[in-house]
């Protein structure tokens, strides 16, 4: 069995430590992991006490190490998992083995390890995001994902049908209107029986007229309440579904950055389209059929007993067989129905590689490969079609022969009482009988279908409902101060951020920017200038130290109005699809056409937009005018200019550009930066040569700080960087020449 | 690298780690030995990487190696590599959008959940099949034809 192991030590391995925990030593925490130190999966135990740490199972305790200044713990990544290394004096050791499940948790405790060997006191390690099932131990799909198999249906029904307070009155309407449908279907196979024992044995031809008026009342009714309760479920249903994709689309809008880090966003647009859209086809096709043969299941059961409760129990005798021969269909059918799915996509994505690729394809004459590779795919979706619809016709054909055994059963036994003249069955009960059986045993071969089917669209709903109630952005703390006109200045005071507890990007970082300056970033990527950005916009909080803009400490200041102020420049510039004017004034979309021609031409944009066929109204996107990069982030350039923020942060705005683009770009940010305060990062070091002050990046700390001129005699980081560039430079313009 | 695949080395341990050292002199350093292609050849090339991710040497096998430095270098690969052979399959199932696994394997049991079929299964042949669950960790069938029946089935229902 597995489950998650929590910071609970087992007793057994309680029992083994104990004897050699000191007097004044206390266990601080411990960590399972799920393979033993030979690699098998098992149980093995990280223990952390005030002054050393342990390696246990429950069989031993394999290590004891002292806690000192000199220990150092370090995860090493392995395939499929990691082991936690111990750097001491003697040499390296092998603390312990885990899969990927558990490397959030290590990570995070080898982080505590090191604080404690330092002698600090760091805070406990944070709890990772559950791997499997805290009911049932179940692996889940994702980490503090729900499971599927413990979805509280009922829970979520509620949940549901409070949705649907504001529209109380259309759902007692439905209500209603399936209630007389029900009550409609039951009176056709009555009426028959009336007609054959009143008017046809009976000869009681006035009664007649009456029972067909009633068949064709029953009729009508039947037709107008089908009609009714379908519209309103169909309308209940897409209603209750766009209400919850509006509330989840507001909800994601809110949420914090880190929750977009850990996931992708295709995940995130599953949950907005797939899982609703599941949720709404149930809601519409699938609930008003399980309420509509449930009811009259139970209609028809209580009618049949009426008529005659022996044929009746005889009726039942199927039921349990019914029931066990679907769900056993069923679960031989969704395999294939899974199985169905993934074909058809993998077939997807070589059509779309085929199309994509066109190009490559011709190039290396792969077109023969390609056709065998569709048609081997195509021939495999072929059979697993062929096969559902086998299946599915064995299983129609065998419910039906099922059914008319019992009808025949029927047939049997009824007959032979009124051959014999049992005066308590007449020929009219045994005709509505049949009629009934139908009704009664059709919906059973879907009812196991329908429970599946309910689970899934539940389970998607309970997901979106997570995200409803994930924690969103603090927009107003109660004490947050207004600051409607930020002059600019920005100080970050031994500032310390990590994404993932255990790795810090950024180690204590302590800079003023005097209002209207420019700052330039240089330093490797992956040195963690993007995430000062990110920290500077509070896309993040940090994790200790304090960002402060005119003095005012990130998170005391109204998030919306602050960043209202901040221009952005980024890398990979997103454009909306929208026209080039509305994507310019995209920040001030009540700018007039004047101020967005002089944001373009400031940009160097308004030569190239007028050459495009439609200008201004140019649709940027994938059905629209495409754009170059460069054009691009001269767009963003504009946009930026237009929305005349206090402070800019330009994310290298020139990079993937060629030099005389550059050199566009270039005159477009000296304009853009005037009397701004500026955070510039950049590989190419030309395009901070109008930066006051710049500062080397490295590994998360500020390795140099100073001007451009005072950064070159130094003669270090950043003169290396200058030095490597020119070469790189000089070898650019010899290729120019030696090609001349 | 050409060069340096060609040089012999020998490897030895200090405690827990491995270090290298080339028979025509130069220091002694810490080296991380791994397999070039894990998923498609494991165990047929090695190569052997420095702490600053340089690669020092490449060998076809560990043939060319000396006994104990063949038995260091051995030890390692089994310790960093934890794909699990997949002996048994107790159980596979296809429900509500996701295929859950129940398996014997060489490491012991384990059960595990499979996100998507195209991206997460790969068919290195036809008959061997590697398969990451939903935090990356890999299951490997080496044939698929040699496991029991039912185990036979139980794919057949997922994959």
Not at chain 1, 23 to 35: A, C, N, P, T, V
Not at chain 1, 138 to 151: D, F, I, M, S
Not at chain 1, 152 to 167: A, C, D, E, S, T
Not at chain 1, 531 to 548: E, K, Y
Request: glycine share 8%.
């Amino acid at each position: 069995m597995t489950s998650q192991l929590d910071g609970k030590l087992p007793d057994e391995v309680l029992k083994h430590l104990s004897p050699h925990i000191e007097k004044d030593e206390k266990i601080l925490y411990s960590q399972g992991s799920d393979l033993t130190l030979d690699r098998r999966f098992g149980e093995t135990y990280l223990v952390i006490t005030t002054a050393r740490l342990a390696v246990a199972d429950r069989e031993k305790v394999h290590l004891w190490l002292k806690l000192t200044p000199e220990l150092k713990v370090k995860v090493d990544e392995l395939f499929g998992g990691a082991r936690l290394v111990a750097e001491t004096p003697e040499g390296e050791r092998h603390l312990i083995y885990y899969t990927k499940v558990y490397v959030p948790e290590f990570a995070s405790l080898s982080h505590v390890i090191n604080e404690l060997a330092k002698g600090k006191q760091p805070p406990g390690p944070e709890p990772a995001e559950a791997a499997y099932c805290r009911r049932c131990g179940a692996p889940l799909l994702e980490r503090g994902g729900n499971c599927t198999g413990c979805v509280q249906r009922l829970r979520v029904f509620w949940r549901l049908l409070g949705l649907l307070q504001p529209y109380r009155g259309k759902v007692v309407c439905m209500m209603l209107s399936t209630l007389l449908m029900v009550a409609a279907q039951m009176g056709p196979p009555y009426v028959t029986k009336m007609i054959v024992d009143e008017v046809i044995k009976g000869h009681d031809y006035a009664r007649l007229s009456l029972w067909i008026g009633a068949m064709v009342a029953c009729g009508l009714v039947l037709f107008v309440t089908g009609v009714v309760s379908g519209a309103l479920m169909s309308w209940l249903g897409s209603r209750l579904v766009t209400d919850l994709r509006n509330r989840l689309h507001a909800a994601i809008q809110r949420l914090q950055m880190s929750y977009f880090q850990r996931r992708e966003s295709g995940e995130i647009v599953s949950r907005v389209m797939n899982d609703t859209g599941e949720l709404q086809h149930f809601l519409i096709d699938g609930l008003p059929y399980f309420l509509v043969n449930g009811l009259s299941f139970v209609a028809i059961a209580c009618i049949l007993l009426r008529l005659d409760a022996s044929l009746a129990l005889l009726v039942f005798v199927p039921v349990p067989f019914l029931i066990c021969g679907s769900s056993l269909f069923w679960s031989r059918l969704m395999p294939l129905f899974h199985k169905h799915g993934n074909q058809t996509s993998a077939l997807h994505s070589i059509l779309n590689e085929s199309i994509y690729g066109i190009k490559i394809v011709k190039a290396f004459t792969q077109e023969q490969k390609r056709v065998e590779k569709f048609d081997v795919t195509s021939d495999k979706l072929f059979r697993t079609r062929f096969n559902i619809e086998r299946t599915f016709v064995g299983f129609a054909e065998g419910m039906s022969w099922a059914m008319s055994l019992g009808v025949t059963a029927v047939w049997y036994f009824a007959a032979k009482r009124i051959a014999h003249g049992d005066p308590s069955l007449t020929l009219g009960d045994l005709l509505a009988f049949i009629g009934y059986i139908y009704l009664f045993f059709g919906p059973l071969r879907w009812f196991t279908a329908i429970v599946n089917w309910m689970t899934h669209a539940f389970a998607g709903a309970e997901r979106v409902f997570a995200v409803l109630d994930a924690q969103p952005e603090v927009y107003d703390a109660p004490d947050a101060v207004s600051l409607p006109k930020i002059r600019g200045a920005i100080s970050f005071q031994d500032v310390r951020f990590s994404y993932d507890r255990g790795k810090e990007v950024i180690k204590g970082i302590s800079f003023e920017i005097a209002p209207g300056e420019m700052i330039g970033l240089v330093g490797k990527s992956g040195a963690g200038k993007s995430t000062i950005i990110n920290l500077v916009c509070r896309f993040h909080d940090v994790d200790s130290g304090v960002i402060a803009i005119d003095g005012h400490p990130l998170k005391k200041i109204r998030l919306e109005q602050m960043r209202h102020q901040l221009g952005i420049v980024p890398q990979d510039p997103f454009l909306f699809n929208a026209s080039i004017m509305e994507n310019i004034r995209y920040g001030r979309p009540e700018a007039g056409f004047d101020d967005v021609v002089r944001a373009a031409r400031a940009a160097n944009d308004h030569d190239f937009i007028i050459d495009k066929e439609e200008g201004y109204d140019a649709v940027i996107g994938e059905k629209g005018t495409t754009l170059s990069g460069g054009e691009k982030q001269r767009l963003a350039i504009a946009r930026a200019i237009l929305h005349d923020p206090p402070v800019l942060i330009l994310d290298e705005a020139t990079s993937s550009v060629d030099s005389e683009t550059e050199k566009a770009i270039q005159e477009a940010i000296a304009y853009l930066i005037k009397g701004r305060t500026t955070i510039a990062i950049a590989h190419r070091l030309s395009t901070l040569r109008n930066a006051h002050r710049l500062m080397v990046i490295e590994d998360g700390q500020i390795v140099e700080m100073g001007t451009h001129d005072e950064l070159l005699a130094r003669d270090g980081h950043y003169a290396k960087l200058v030095k490597i560039q020119t070469e790189l430079n000089k070898m650019q313009s010899e290729a120019v020449v030696w090609k001349a | 690298m050409a060069d340096a695949t060609r040089k012999p080395f020998k490897l030895f341990r200090k405690s827990d780690k491995v270090f290298i050292r080339f028979d025509d002199g130069g220091e002694e350093q810490p080296v991380r030995i791994v397999w070039p292609r894990p998923i498609s050849a494991p165990g047929r090339e090695l190569s052997f990487v420095d702490e600053k991710k340089k690669e020092l040497a490449m060998l076809k096998d560990l043939s060319v190696l000396d006994p104990d430095s063949r038995r260091i270098a051995a030890d390692e690969l089994q310790k960093r590599y934890l794909t699990a052979r997949i002996a048994r399959v107790v159980e596979a199932t296809a429900q509500f959008g996701r295929r859950f696994w129940r398996v014997e394997t060489d490491r012991g049991k384990r059960e595990f959940v499979v996100k998507s079929v195209n991206k997460d299964v790969t068919w290195i042949t036809d008959d061997h099949i590697l398969i990451r669950d939903t935090l990356g960790y890999c299951f490997e069938i080496e044939s698929l034809a040699a496991l029991d029946e039912h185990s036979q089935t139980e794919v057949d229902k997922v994959l």
